[in-house]
């Protein structure tokens, strides 16, 4: 089952897996949100498997996961770019303070 419904997904045939009797058909965002959150809940590695509260909110947002996955890799590097940056202005302001510790210590100037 879990194997037809990653076909079904990989070939966006979203709707091939909604039951034909529901009377209210849920929207394709609905559906592939729904979908994708349901495979993330039987990856085979179940580290990789969200809680329940993780879960409800990947269900109620109205953004994960039916943005594009260029847009998720996108931001996904953006943010670990952003990190990066701040760790390194933080080495930076660390290796400053220290220059001026060392300094002050010694009765010197700071080095600029």
Do not use: G
Not at 20 to 25: D, G, N
Not at 67 to 81: D, G, S
């Amino acid at each position: 089952m879990v194997e037809w419904l990653k076909l079904m997904v990989q070939q966006k045939q979203f709707e091939e897996v909604v039951d034909k009797e529901l009377e209210i058909k849920p929207t394709t965002s609905e559906l592939k949100r729904a979908l994708l959150t349901a495979l993330r809940c039987v990856d085979p590695d179940a580290d990789k498997r969200p809680k329940m509260s993780q879960v409800a909110r990947m269900l109620e947002s109205d953004e994960y996961p039916v943005m594009p996955r260029e847009e998720r890799r996108r931001r996904r590097n953006q943010n670990a770019e952003t990190h990066r940056e701040s760790t390194d202005t933080n080495k930076d302001n660390d290796i400053t303070t220290d220059a001026k510790i060392w300094a002050r210590n010694r009765n010197m100037d700071p080095p600029l």
